[in-house]
């Protein structure tokens, strides 16, 4: 009897043991809840405007989302889901890797003469073209007025100011002096920040020949600037996305060095109202080339092939973000004022949020007007299928200058070299 | 104890207390830490806010809606319990035929056996990734569950454990013209409830808090157990810490119950090692 | 005769069948993946092609110092919070065994407590606790132990000692219930004889206990030192990553990020983790050979 039931019980778990068939649905893959999920979300509502029947159901997958989209596809595409969100930076690489892994977008008819073409170049293998376009990644100096206010300082007379990193670096030492805080909160293991004053020079981190360039006189110059600010303590380190977001959203700092789509995050805490003022990405001085803008990040959306929906998650992409009608240029303009998402669709960029102001920054500043101006003199950065390590290698060396473990902007550079050429296994 | 340097209290005997006091002091806190924390607000959790907030509602509901919770306790019970239940009894047989029915070839198998108990597990969970996916089990229950149901150090255990049972009683039995399958069931196995009890305990706790093998083999949420989601949650791009802290405390209470109500053979379970 | 060669067979065969279960299981999840291991080795990943180098993995692997530092700290680990760890459960044990006689049970329940916990809750718990702005910091400040926060997560120096704290309170109380089993065990007439002989307490503990603890002794430093060497939640977790800038990266971490996260050379992980088999088979032979010799071996 007792035994009977062991049995019973053994064989009831082996059944739930073995997975589950599931109903028909669209699964994307995305990682912010506050800006692309956030995007896709209002995506989904247009597209179930015509086809109810669709459920498209949003997973936030966090900073191992490359890691499990590498996993399977190794697996030949177990547990992946039939979208999936990459960064430019990243894409390059999976479509090296996998050439088979991907739905080819051209081909399914997409029309890319109505994306921004810099955002073309990563998707594109030859004749076959794989990703949906999302957004791009403007950057600007994001500041605290109140922080600024309490330092004795008139923030209106900053709007809008094309500083050099001179200037911004006697602000942050009187703010500092006056307030305590730190001018810049940052990621310490990553080197976004870096990325965006190399790249306000037109700088590029490869070469042509897809061999590093790390020894620019934009590079050096963007090191020993960041070095000062670090020294003069106007730096506040975080390790991880998490605890920088947290750092934000908790006062740590009077402002940060970021893209666009830090909208969302900000708008995400009520308290934020009115305070923040962005102005433009500090010039870097002497560097030939070099302007007051800059981009940082920016991804696409891309369908997998193993998906058994393909043609469901393929006509969901094209009809909501490759297609102009009135609900989707609605949309567009939607989620750049919700969420920072600024599209890179050119028909959806005449949207009134284009140019209106937002009530939520300091002074009702009308920012996405300022992000797309800026965006204008962005140059074009290229990555290759190497551009991670690069940029673990040296934000790795650039933490180790930092807490002098390294002496010189020199040693720095070869620091990150070396570290890179191993990680490659060259 | 004839200790009576210590019975009065003399400096060494306050230091003697101090020591204890502030190491118990220190290994409970953080339960309670987890356990405050799952009341208050993400900004407060990493302040380390020791008093008691109002967020524990508010907590609970986004942990069982953005984390999944339920569906996390679930693949994690579900695993923990196929792989005991499976588990006890594979490795129990095998430890009953290695000790009660010897031979040199079994002797050599067993020593194959306790020779792969030092590997590392990382040694394992490549070609073990490249296995499961070349039969399409990856990111099931059952590829998470399957490579821990047998456990050399179970066997061992265990092994140890039927050697105190008398060989004397086997032969009476058979004797009697109890077939060996009988003898197992019916005889030995009864009398060795406490040894399988700790051994399910060991190994219920182990699949329990497992997390290089599911971290590799669960791709999606649908399969993630609760050490798998917690780890992901720290590598959210934004951590509701309130809400991680509900996380925490549940796949924490479980093993804790265990020990508390089953104390002897959880500690049975662990020094089944040093006999 | 005959017959009773047939039941022996018959004996035989019942051995058989109640081990064939777990051998077949350990067939498929142990001897096939340590052997197929052997081609894997060889080979180098790209994406979803590999081919065959022979032993450049292992050339590879002697250039690497990423690799050789994240063994360093593995080693750095293992020299410094083991001693540590299994003396404090040590000295626990015997404070727990000798030196008082009320609330012992509840103090040994507290102390273990801890072992409950997930690694995983470990290093989130300390993750949470050791934030720059966190309460160990802010408790410190506060009793004017240091003036300025200490970045336990951000510097590489503090990062290790974080480290090493989140398992010396995960492991300590795990130990200390060897050891006071151990301690029972030992026959308390001795303690008194050296007593009588007035031999001080810490002569006791370091002539008497010490040595006839030596084989349970043993046994913790081998399963610890084990444990060190397969540290890979605490640095993926904890310190992120093995940050700050692979300050706490660990062979098992470098391993799994070269094969599931960064890389997904299959090859190159493999070779590395022979690397690691190796090194665990020396110190577990080295530590029976050193502390107990044949006695410690059972």
Same mark, same amino acid.
């Given at each position: 009897?007792?035994? /009977? #039931?062991?049995?019973?019980?053994?064989?009831?778990?082996? @059944?739930? !043991?073995? *997975?589950?068939?599931? =109903?028909? $649905?669209?699964?994307?893959?995305?990682?912010?809840?506050?800006?692309?999920?956030?995007?896709?979300?209002?995506?989904?509502?247009?597209?179930?405007?015509?086809?109810?029947?669709?459920?498209?159901?949003?997973?936030?997958?966090?900073?191992?989302?490359?890691?499990?989209?590498?996993?399977?596809?190794?697996?030949?595409?177990?547990?992946?889901?039939?979208?999936?969100?990459?960064?430019?930076?990243?894409?390059?690489?999976?479509?090296?890797?996998?050439?088979?892994?991907?739905?080819?977008?051209?081909?399914?008819?997409?029309?890319?003469?109505?994306?921004?073409?810099?955002?073309?170049?990563?998707?594109?293998?030859?004749?076959?073209?794989?990703?949906?376009?999302?957004?791009?990644?403007?950057? /600007? #100096?994001?500041?605290?007025?109140?922080?600024?206010?309490? @330092?004795? !300082?008139? *923030?209106?007379?900053? =709007?809008? $100011?094309?500083?050099?990193?001179?200037?911004?670096?006697?602000?942050?030492?009187?703010?500092?002096?006056?307030?305590?805080?730190?001018?810049?909160?940052?990621?310490?293991?990553?080197?976004?920040?870096?990325?965006?004053?190399?790249?306000?020079?037109?700088?590029?981190?490869?070469?042509?020949?897809?061999?590093?360039?790390?020894?620019?006189?934009?590079?050096?110059?963007?090191?020993?600037?960041?070095?000062?600010?670090?020294?003069?303590?106007?730096?506040?380190?975080?390790?991880?996305?998490?605890?920088?977001?947290?750092?934000?959203?908790?006062?740590?700092?009077?402002?940060?060095?970021?893209?666009?789509?830090?909208?969302?995050?900000?708008?995400?805490?009520?308290?934020?109202?009115?305070?923040?003022?962005?102005?433009?990405?500090?010039?870097?001085?002497?560097?030939?080339?070099?302007?007051?803008?800059?981009?940082?990040?920016?991804?696409?959306?891309?369908?997998?092939?193993?998906?058994?929906?393909?043609?469901?998650?393929?006509?969901?992409?094209?009809?909501?973000?490759?297609?102009?009608?009135?609900?989707?240029?609605?949309?567009?303009?939607?989620?750049?004022?919700?969420?920072?998402?600024?599209?890179?669709?050119?028909?959806?960029?005449?949207?009134?949020?284009?140019?209106?102001?937002?009530?939520?920054?300091?002074?009702?500043?009308?920012?996405?007007?300022?992000?797309?101006?800026?965006?204008?003199?962005?140059?074009?950065?290229?990555?290759?299928?190497?551009?991670?390590?690069?940029?673990?290698?040296?934000?790795?060396?650039?933490?180790?200058?930092?807490?002098?473990?390294?002496?010189?902007?020199?040693?720095?550079?070869?620091?990150?070299?070396?570290?890179?050429?191993?990680?490659?296994?060259? | 104890?004839?200790?009576?340097?210590?019975?009065?209290?003399?400096?060494?005997?306050?230091?003697?207390?101090?020591?204890?006091?502030?190491?118990?002091?220190?290994?409970?806190?953080?339960?309670?830490?987890?356990?405050?924390?799952?009341?208050?607000?993400?900004?407060?959790?990493?302040?380390?806010?020791?008093?008691?907030?109002?967020?524990?509602?508010?907590?609970?509901?986004?942990?069982?809606?953005?984390?999944?919770?339920?569906?996390?306790?679930?693949?994690?019970?579900?695993?923990?319990?196929?792989?005991?239940?499976?588990?006890?009894?594979?490795?129990?047989?095998?430890?009953?035929?290695?000790?009660?029915?010897?031979?040199?070839?079994?002797?050599?198998?067993?020593?194959?056996?306790?020779?792969?108990?030092?590997?590392?597990?990382?040694?394992?969970?490549?070609?073990?990734?490249?296995?499961?996916?070349?039969?399409?089990?990856?990111?099931?229950?059952?590829?998470?569950?399957?490579?821990?149901?047998?456990?050399?150090?179970?066997?061992?255990?265990?092994?140890?454990?039927?050697?105190?049972?008398?060989?004397?009683?086997?032969?009476?039995?058979?004797?009697?013209?109890?077939?060996?399958?009988?003898?197992?069931?019916?005889?030995?196995?009864?009398?060795?409830?406490?040894?399988?009890?700790?051994?399910?305990?060991?190994?219920?706790?182990?699949?329990?808090?497992?997390?290089?093998?599911?971290?590799?083999?669960?791709?999606?949420?649908?399969?993630?157990?609760?050490?798998?989601?917690?780890?992901?949650?720290?590598?959210?791009?934004?951590?509701?810490?309130?809400?991680?802290?509900?996380?925490?405390?549940?796949?924490?209470?479980?093993?804790?119950?265990?020990?508390?109500?089953?104390?002897?053979?959880?500690?049975?379970?662990?020094?089944?090692?040093?006999? | 005769?005959?017959?009773?060669?047939?039941?022996?067979?018959?004996?035989?065969?019942?051995?058989?069948?109640?081990?064939?279960?777990?051998?077949?299981?350990?067939?498929?999840?142990?001897?096939?993946?340590?052997?197929?291991?052997?081609?894997?080795?060889?080979?180098?990943?790209?994406?979803?092609?590999?081919?065959?180098?022979?032993?450049?993995?292992?050339?590879?692997?002697?250039?690497?110092?990423?690799?050789?530092?994240?063994?360093?700290?593995?080693?750095?680990?293992?020299?410094?919070?083991?001693?540590?760890?299994?003396?404090?459960?040590?000295?626990?044990?015997?404070?727990?065994?000798?030196?008082?006689?009320?609330?012992?049970?509840?103090?040994?329940?507290?102390?273990?407590?801890?072992?409950?916990?997930?690694?995983?809750?470990?290093?989130?718990?300390?993750?949470?606790?050791?934030?720059?702005?966190?309460?160990?910091?802010?408790?410190?400040?506060?009793?004017?132990?240091?003036?300025?926060?200490?970045?336990?997560?951000?510097?590489?120096?503090?990062?290790?000692?974080?480290?090493?704290?989140?398992?010396?309170?995960?492991?300590?109380?795990?130990?200390?219930?060897?050891?006071?089993?151990?301690?029972?065990?030992?026959?308390?007439?001795?303690?008194?004889?050296?007593?009588?002989?007035?031999?001080?307490?810490?002569?006791?503990?370091?002539?008497?206990?010490?040595?006839?603890?030596?084989?349970?002794?043993?046994?913790?430093?081998?399963?610890?030192?084990?444990?060190?060497?397969?540290?890979?939640?605490?640095?993926?977790?904890?310190?992120?990553?093995?940050?700050?800038?692979?300050?706490?990266?660990?062979?098992?971490?470098?391993?799994?990020?070269?094969?599931?996260?960064?890389?997904?050379?299959?090859?190159?992980?493999?070779?590395?983790?022979?690397?690691?088999?190796?090194?665990?088979?020396?110190?577990?032979?080295?530590?029976?050979?050193?502390?107990?010799?044949?006695?410690?071996?059972?």
């Amino acid at each position: 009897m007792k035994r /009977g #039931l062991v049995i019973a019980l053994a064989l009831v778990l082996f @059944a739930v !043991l073995v *997975p589950g068939v599931f =109903a028909q $649905k669209i699964t994307v893959w995305c990682w912010d809840p506050n800006f692309n999920g956030y995007s896709m979300k209002q995506a989904a509502l247009v597209y179930n405007k015509t086809h109810p029947n669709v459920q498209i159901d949003i997973v936030d997958v966090a900073q191992d989302i490359e890691a499990k989209i590498s996993a399977g596809l190794q697996a030949g595409g177990a547990g992946l889901p039939d979208i999936a969100l990459f960064q430019d930076f990243r894409i390059e690489q999976f479509l090296h890797d996998y050439p088979d892994g991907f739905v080819d977008l051209k081909a399914a008819g997409v029309d890319y003469s109505k994306f921004a073409a810099y955002k073309v170049g990563p998707m594109t293998v030859g004749s076959h073209i794989y990703g949906i376009p999302f957004d791009t990644g403007s950057t /600007g #100096l994001w500041l605290r007025t109140d922080y600024m206010k309490q @330092a004795g !300082l008139n *923030p209106d007379s900053y =709007a809008g $100011k094309k500083m050099k990193w001179a200037e911004v670096v006697n602000l942050g030492v009187t703010i500092k002096a006056k307030t305590g805080q730190p001018l810049l909160s940052y990621q310490s293991d990553n080197f976004d920040m870096l990325r965006i004053v190399v790249q306000s020079t037109g700088g590029q981190f490869f070469k042509p020949d897809g061999s590093l360039n790390l020894r620019s006189d934009a590079f050096k110059k963007s090191l020993a600037l960041f070095k000062e600010l670090n020294d003069k303590g106007l730096l506040y380190p975080v390790v991880g996305w998490s605890d920088w977001i947290n750092s934000i959203n908790s006062d740590k700092a009077a402002g940060f060095l970021n893209a666009i789509w830090m909208v969302g995050t900000v708008k995400s805490r009520p308290e934020n109202a009115g305070k923040y003022m962005i102005v433009p990405t500090p010039l870097i001085e002497g560097v030939s080339g070099a302007a007051n803008a800059s981009n940082n990040g920016g991804s696409s959306w891309y369908v997998f092939a193993s998906s058994p929906n393909k043609a469901a998650a393929v006509d969901f992409l094209k009809s909501v973000w490759a297609t102009a009608t009135p609900d989707t240029l609605a949309f567009y303009n939607t989620i750049l004022k919700g969420a920072g998402a600024m599209g890179t669709f050119l028909p959806s960029q005449a949207g009134s949020n284009y140019t209106a102001k937002d009530e939520f920054f300091y002074k009702s500043q009308p920012v996405y007007k300022d992000f797309a101006g800026w965006m204008a003199n962005v140059p074009v950065l290229k990555y290759t299928p190497n551009y991670q390590p690069m940029r673990d290698a040296v934000a790795h060396a650039m933490l180790k200058y930092f807490q002098g473990q390294i002496a010189t902007v020199d040693d720095t550079i070869a620091a990150a070299e070396a570290e890179y050429k191993q990680v490659m296994g060259q | 104890m004839t200790n009576s340097a210590f019975r009065a209290w003399s400096p060494a005997r306050i230091l003697m207390w101090l020591v204890l006091l502030v190491c118990a002091a220190m290994s409970i806190f953080p339960f309670y830490w987890i356990l405050n924390g799952t009341t208050l607000n993400p900004n407060d959790v990493l302040k380390g806010v020791l008093a008691p907030g109002r967020d524990f509602l508010n907590n609970w509901k986004l942990a069982t809606t953005a984390y999944n919770l339920p569906l996390y306790f679930t693949n994690s019970l579900v695993i923990a319990l196929g792989t005991v239940i499976f588990g006890v009894g594979i490795n129990a047989l095998a430890a009953f035929g290695f000790e009660k029915y010897r031979s040199r070839a079994r002797d050599r198998v067993f020593g194959l056996l306790l020779l792969t108990l030092i590997l590392p597990q990382i040694a394992i969970v490549i070609p073990m990734f490249k296995m499961f996916s070349f039969f399409k089990l990856l990111n099931t229950r059952l590829a998470i569950a399957l490579p821990s149901v047998m456990s050399v150090f179970i066997i061992f255990f265990l092994r140890q454990n039927f050697k105190l049972f008398p060989t004397e009683i086997m032969e009476a039995a058979r004797v009697d013209g109890a077939s060996e399958l009988s003898i197992f069931a019916n005889i030995v196995a009864p009398s060795m409830r406490a040894s399988f009890a700790s051994a399910a305990i060991y190994m219920f706790i182990a699949q329990w808090n497992s997390y290089l093998w599911p971290l590799i083999a669960a791709l999606n949420d649908a399969v993630k157990t609760l050490p798998i989601a917690m780890a992901s949650i720290m590598y959210a791009y934004t951590i509701q810490y309130g809400a991680l802290m509900v996380v925490v405390a549940i796949s924490t209470l479980p093993v804790l119950i265990l020990f508390l109500t089953m104390q002897k053979q959880f500690v049975a379970g662990l020094l089944g090692s040093v006999k | 005769m005959a017959l009773r060669g047939t039941y022996e067979r018959y004996l035989n065969r019942f051995g058989w069948f109640c081990v064939a279960p777990s051998v077949l299981f350990f067939g498929v999840f142990l001897a096939y993946p340590i052997l197929s291991s052997l081609y894997y080795v060889t080979r180098r990943w790209k994406g979803a092609t590999n081919t065959f180098i022979g032993l450049g993995n292992f050339v590879r692997m002697a250039h690497d110092s990423i690799f050789l530092q994240a063994l360093g700290h593995n080693f750095i680990f293992m020299a410094i919070q083991v001693p540590i760890m299994i003396f404090l459960a040590l000295l626990l044990a015997v404070l727990l065994n000798q030196g008082i006689r009320s609330f012992r049970g509840a103090m040994r329940l507290a102390i273990f407590l801890p072992s409950v916990t997930s690694l995983v809750v470990v290093s989130v718990l300390f993750r949470a606790l050791l934030q720059e702005n966190g309460l160990f910091n802010n408790l410190m400040i506060g009793s004017h132990l240091i003036s300025a926060p200490i970045g336990w997560l951000n510097n590489s120096f503090w990062a290790k000692v974080t480290i090493m704290l989140a398992i010396t309170w995960r492991w300590t109380g795990y130990n200390m219930v060897f050891f006071l089993v151990g301690l029972q065990s030992l026959d308390s007439q001795i303690f008194e004889a050296a007593e009588v002989d007035g031999a001080s307490r810490a002569r006791q503990f370091f002539s008497i206990t010490v040595p006839l603890l030596v084989p349970i002794i043993l046994f913790s430093a081998v399963t610890s030192t084990s444990g060190t060497m397969q540290l890979i939640e605490e640095p993926n977790i904890l310190t992120f990553q093995g940050g700050p800038a692979n300050g706490t990266m660990t062979a098992a971490l470098y391993i799994y990020r070269q094969a599931f996260f960064v890389n997904f050379d299959f090859g190159y992980s493999t070779a590395m983790s022979y690397v690691v088999v190796l090194i665990a088979g020396i110190l577990a032979f080295i530590q029976i050979r050193l502390l107990g010799g044949e006695r410690a071996t059972r």
